[in-house]
Every structure is written in C-alpha cells, then in structure tokens.
C-alpha cells in the first residue's frame, strides 16, 4: 500500500467531549453534517471520535473487565484495509494507556447501518 504523505493527519480516536468537536461552530472542515447525529446525541453526550485523515468516520466505546477490555469501533462507512489496521493499532495504544494492568486487550469494528 502507498505510504500517506509527510502531511497526512494520524488516525486519532478523540475523548469523550473533546475540545476538537465542542469548540467549532462549523464542525463541517472534520465532520460530515450526515453523522453529526451519531456523536452528539440527543442527551448531550459526545461520543470519542475516531479520525482518519482528519475527518470523522466513526466512534468508539471502551469496556473494561478484569481480564479483558474491548474498544468497539462503530464506523460510519467501510474503511480501507490500511485505515483499519492504523485504527486498530491506536486503538490498543489507548487501551493499554487506559487499563495498563488489564491483560488482554481487543478491538472490534462494526459498519453502522
């Protein structure tokens, strides 16, 4: 597969809330208008983000349990190969941030109907 270019944007999975999403009136330069509706819901919430390209495809959500957690990536269209395997090796990065001491880390994706 190509290499990006030195100015590609990492693939990134945002924080619940995060500051990239609440702080732009025009969110449209990271975030197609269709799957606003997907990450701020209706409640309020935020969901974390994930960035491929700089734009969001998708969000995720984290599990813990005592010998697994789980991050399930919930994206909003099919992804490339190579975007997939950049998503989920950030995504056990952030796991093995969050839960250093659980053993077992996993990552499952889903395309959202």
């Given at each position: ?22 702080s732009h ?68 990065s952030l796991?093995?941030f969050m ?15």
């Open positions: 597969a190509p290499r990006p270019t030195s100015g590609t944007p990492p693939v990134r999975i945002l924080a619940p809330f995060d500051n990239i999403l609440l009136a025009d969110r449209s330069r990271i975030m197609d208008e269709q799957y606003r509706t997907r990450v701020f819901t209706v409640n309020g919430i935020i969901k974390p983000a994930i960035l491929v390209r700089g734009k969001v495809v998708g969000f995720a959500a984290v599990t813990p349990a005592k010998e697994t957690v789980e991050l399930s990536a919930t994206l909003f269209a099919q992804q490339p190969k190579t975007a997939l395997a950049s998503i989920e090796k950030e995504a056990r796991l093995k839960h250093p001491t659980i053993p077992t880390r996993e990552v499952r994706f889903a395309v959202a109907t």
